[in-house]
């Protein structure tokens, strides 16, 4: 019987294979097309008329393979299930994880890609193995990014989909929209941004997009009881304890909805009628005062190792944690709610266990805050395990990756929310736009500015998308002249050497690119035109963002330890500006043809006044006539100030009705 088991004629072997086919994962070497005047990927160099090609130990092979299917999220707003990749843009994560582990990215040890010439100096890598930089014919006969596989690493087998949709990637054979961008080489994946279906079919405006941010959890901690002794001064000593003063209470998602609308994923800046202009490191150091130089966070772990490692968190079984009493607190991949994890950390005494609860709800709360409204990502607890090594991380580079990667999916035409750190996001735009600043109080000069800020409540609903209309039209008529280039002062990012870093920033599986020198007047330097960005190794960012996806290399990490060799020099790209909105004068011309800098068509006939912003306004008249009444100390006068009060709230009721278009009642 042992025999005849162990014998395999070659009729047997027919047969067996007729019944059971062998499954051959199909792969197809793509056809890499060059199209005259439209280079497909670029290569960021340093210094002029020089290549800067990284070398490291590990290259990846540049050919491009792949299959027909790639891992997607069941549902439909780019926000993954809670697990190894649990939230909007982390599609992306997820497809990032399993190609890191299953090798589905295709990129392997071997040389470096050949060189293109660009003109004016500039070089681009061509035959790389990656959607940016291999193209092929699509089912409408336009060249379209070729796609790769992504096959589920850690043994679960998500809901596949083809990749058909190629609109997303604009090439010079692609039909262009009235607004630009008329040549595509800077933000090819405009074919499915929210800006393109603003500018061709305004009646599909999606409007102001849900917020996630967890100002609840935030006071939890801020009354948060010790159980251990030591544990709080363990805290403090990590430099992240402040944040729980940090995070706004209020957003205005109207106006982080007008911002995210001028966020192109491609450069991860924001561009606007005067240029590009972005979130950096020293807006990190200054805006939330966390390290953002250090190690980087680019740890990575299977959906299994992070449920077992969120186990001996809490010292329960992998089974006990969807099982008892921790039943409507656990989820069987190993996500947690933010309170049974408080809970559980002062429940069981241990300084070193309470302390890695608690920061594991503060980050996930105001750093890495994700779409579930009230679960952790595991991904954070990679980071807390050791808590001898708290403070050599780079968080701020972490938590500028991930909220690089939450605008990036934001920008989808078919997402409808935003996560990530919301309060860095708002009050960047209070440090540099004047416009939209609410009031401010005063503070020391080491003390985090997000602190500083008021954040008002406003109304939502109709009067939220009325702001937000407001917001596209002032900002489409926004001027360098009407930024503050250096909230910080002129050297403000002098001690901040690690944001003038040129290559990918990580957060464990999100990786994005940052490059300073799209931004140079963020540093007082005259903006000159930029060089092509540095692309992934793979990317598909569909109109849907329920696949979006983003994967580099891991020999990337190496990138940012180098930290001479990728520093941008500021005097030798540029000159030191004279007035704060400088640029070369050919930038603009450069930009308009390469952007998309409107989100509404220009109205025929007289230019249009800039419309007024009902807190500004109010502001200004609360100011004017509630303070003389304030000042008044002489009793005798209270009935008369009183009269004058209840004129002015009058008057504040009837101007706010005339700003948002209704009549006086």
């Known amino acids: ?131 940016a930089s291999s193209h092929f014919r699509g089912p409408d ?50 074919g499915g941004h929210i800006g393109l279906v603003l500018w061709n079919s305004p009646e599909q405006d999606r409007g102001v997009l849900d917020g996630f941010h967890r100002p609840r959890a935030v006071e939890t901690l801020r009354r948060y009881k010790w159980s251990t002794e030591g544990s709080k001064e363990m805290v403090e000593a990590t430099g992240l304890s402040h944040l729980t003063g940090c995070m706004m209470q209020h957003l205005d998602m109207a106006l982080l909805s007008a911002f995210v609308e001028r966020w192109q994923p491609d450069t991860n800046t924001f561009h606007m009628p005067f240029g590009e202009i972005s979130i950096l490191l020293h807006d990190v150091h200054h805006i939330l005062r966390i390290p953002v130089d250090g190690e980087l966070m680019g740890d990575e772990a299977s959906q299994d190792t992070l449920k077992s490692d969120m186990g001996g968190l809490v010292r329960l079984s992998v089974d006990a944690q969807v099982g008892g009493k921790w039943k409507s607190k656990w989820y069987d991949n190993g996500a947690m709610h933010a309170e049974g994890l408080l809970v559980r950390g002062g429940e069981l005494k241990i300084k070193e266990m309470e302390v890695q609860c608690y920061l594991f709800v503060l980050l996930g709360s105001t ?65 540099y736009f004047p416009l939209f600043r609410p009031s401010q ?23 939220a998308r009325q702001r937000l209309a407001r917001y596209r039209q002032l900002l489409d008529e926004l001027s360098a002249d009407d930024v503050t280039w250096t909230p910080y002062g ?79 020099d500021l005097d030798f790209a540029s000159r030191s500006c004279e007035q704060p909105s400088e640029i070369v004068e050919e930038y603009i011309d450069w930009f308009l043809t390469r952007s998309h800098p409107r989100i509404t068509h220009p109205t025929d006939g007289e230019p249009q006044p800039r419309p007024l912003l009902v807190h500004q306004v109010l502001r200004e008249q609360i100011v004017d006539r509630l303070g003389p009444v304030l000042l008044t100390r002489d009793r005798s006068k209270w009935e008369e100030d009183g009269g004058k009060l209840y004129d002015m709230v009058a008057g504040v009721f009837e101007l706010y009705d005339q700003l948002v278009g209704q009549p006086p009642q």
């Open 490 to 568: 002129r050297d403000g990012h002098t001690d901040i050497p690690r944001s003038l870093y040129t290559g990918p920033i990580r957060f464990s599986y999100i990786a994005e690119g940052y490059d300073p020198a799209r931004c140079l007047r963020q540093f007082g330097y005259r903006q000159i035109i930029p060089r092509a960005m540095t692309v992934p190794h793979d990317q598909y960012r569909p109109a849907s963002g329920s696949s979006y996806i983003v994967f580099w290399d891991p020999w990337v990490n190496q990138l940012w330890d180098n930290v001479a060799a990728r520093r941008l």
């Open 441 to 463: 109080l005063p503070q020391s000069p080491d003390a985090p500015r997000a602190s500083s800020w008021i954040s008002p409540r406003l109304p939502g609903g109709d009067e």
């Open 141 to 190: 006969g336009r060249y379209a990014s070729r796609p790769s596989s992504e096959d589920g690493g850690d043994g679960n087998r998500k809901r596949k989909t083809t990749r058909k949709d190629m609109s997303w990637f604009l090439t010079a054979e692609s039909p262009m929209c009235s607004g630009g961008p008329v040549i595509p080489d800077v933000i090819p994946s405009f």
């Open 1 to 131: 019987m042992e025999d005849r088991a162990c014998r395999l004629t070659a009729t047997g072997r027919k047969e067996n294979e007729e019944k059971n086919p062998p499954k051959v994962r199909r792969k197809k070497k793509a056809d890499v097309v060059r199209p005259d005047g439209h280079p497909t990927v670029g290569q960021l160099s340093l210094s002029r008329g020089t290549t800067s090609t990284p070398t490291p130990d590990i290259a990846p092979v540049w050919q491009a393979n792949w299959s027909d299917s790639i891992d997607e999220d069941d549902d439909d707003d780019g926000d993954a299930e809670v697990g190894n990749a649990p939230d909007a843009g982390d599609a992306a994560g997820d497809a990032a994880v399993d190609d890191a582990v299953d090798g589905a990215g295709d990129a392997e040890a071997g040389d470096a890609p050949p060189q293109a010439d660009l003109g004016v100096g500039k070089t681009a890598r061509v035959g790389v193995s990656s959607t």
């Open 367 to 431: 750093l890495f805050v994700d779409k579930s409204r009230d679960r952790l990502r595991p991904a954070i607890n990679l980071f807390l395990k050791d808590h001898r090594l708290l403070t050599d991380y780079a968080w701020g580079a972490g938590a500028l990756a991930y909220l690089y990667r939450q605008l990036g999916v934001a920008t989808r035409a078919g997402s409808k929310g935003l996560c990530g750190c919301l309060t860095l996001l708002q009050v960047w735009i209070y440090e």
